[in-house]
């Protein structure tokens, strides 16, 4: 059986995205993945195969430090904050 480690290291980067339902979220995501670290946002799409985006650090409805996993082919833009 394989076993695979799984890294708790954190390159975060803010961003603002909107979804396809209109939805607006700001928050931050990780560019470090599968131990590697990404240069930019973009990366996340066109690096990373997974479909679904982690985003977290993310303030709605007067919670704060929520964690959303967006599926990618929900998102609309993204614009990196920096």
């Known amino acids: ?3 695979k480690i799984i890294s708790r290291r954190r ?3 803010p961003v603002t995205l909107k979804l396809t ?3 607006v ?3 931050q995501v990780n560019l470090y993945h599968e131990e590697m670290e990404l240069n930019r946002v973009s990366d996340l799409f066109t690096k990373d195969k ?3 985006l982690v985003l977290f650090e993310v303030a709605l409805a007067g919670k ?3 964690v959303f996993i967006v599926n990618k082919e929900h998102i609309l833009w ?3 904050e920096d």
Do not use: N, Y
Request: hydrophobic letters at 35%.
């Open 21 to 23: 339902d209109g939805s």
């Open 50 to 52: 997974d479909p679904f």
């Open 1 to 3: 059986m394989d076993v």
């Open 78 to 80: 993204i614009i990196p």
């Open 64 to 66: 704060t430090e929520q």
């Open 11 to 13: 390159a975060p980067r």
């Open 25 to 27: 979220l700001k928050g």
